[in-house]
């Protein structure tokens, strides 16, 4: 399976945007990149995923680098429920596994 | 849909005892995972099912750890004997399908061995 790096942790303050960027070098032309949060004293929760095209939805928006060496994942307004360990995965659904494979992930604080 | 229910919540037994812990799938999910949550090891896929047949077990650790799903809506993962360095969360997770591939994690078991 492809590797994905992401920084140990970032901060933010309450409102502001937040880029938690993600590494992905050695992707596949059919990997998808995943990307799920880890609210503490919960189960991991999607977050959303893309192939090639930047997405968005109500939780984020995914912004995929050209050679898709890379993508970051984008919190308009952060507030205080949005501090959580962000993981960001790849995953081919043309592979012979149906496996998400969590790396360490970004933990996130944000400071009111 | 009330989500992914796992119980127990919470589970305190003494090294050498039997632990079984349960899921129930959201309805209508194909696929049921089980992973393991440790500050050390991080999060790890145990054994995964589709269609209630086991598919990927080699994230069991040791042959005390065994899996089953007797129908689509329950899921138990056993230990025995357990053992102190078992203790963790554990989560179930459940899937549509491979196309939409979005799983949903249940709220665990944390399961202390002393």
């Known amino acids: 399976d492809a590797k994905t790096t992401q920084p140990n942790s970032m901060e933010s303050n309450e409102e502001e945007p937040v880029h938690l960027p993600c590494n992905h070098s050695t992707i596949s032309g059919t990997d998808y990149i995943h990307w799920y949060r880890q609210l503490p004293s919960q189960g991991p929760e999607y977050v959303i995923h893309?192939?090639?095209s930047n997405v968005n939805n109500r939780m984020a928006s995914l912004a995929i680098a050209e050679d898709r060496k890379s993508s970051t994942l984008i919190l308009h307004r952060a507030t205080l429920r949005d501090a959580a360990v962000y993981y960001c995965?790849?995953?081919?659904?043309?592979?012979?596994?149906?496996?998400?494979?969590f790396g360490t992930g970004t933990r996130l604080q944000v400071f009111p | 849909d009330a989500g992914v229910i796992q119980s127990p919540r919470h589970e305190v037994t003494e090294m050498g005892q039997e632990v079984t812990l349960r899921c129930k799938p959201i309805s209508g999910h194909d696929y049921l995972f089980w992973y393991r949550q440790t500050m050390m090891r991080g999060l790890e896929l145990l054994i995964y099912?589709?269609?209630?047949?086991?598919?990927?077990d080699s994230g069991m650790p040791e042959d005390r750890f065994s899996a089953k799903m007797p129908n689509a809506s329950f899921s138990t993962l056993k230990i025995q004997p357990s053992e102190p360095r078992d203790s963790a969360v554990y989560f179930c997770?459940?899937?549509?399908?491979?196309?939409?591939?979005?799983?949903?994690f249940g709220p665990g078991t944390r399961l202390t061995v002393l």
């Open positions: 997770a459940s899937s549509f399908d491979r196309e939409t591939d979005t799983q949903y």
């Open positions: 099912f589709n269609n209630n047949v086991p598919i990927d």
């Open positions: 995965i790849l995953r081919d659904p043309l592979g012979n596994t149906d496996k998400l494979i």
């Open positions: 893309g192939l090639t």
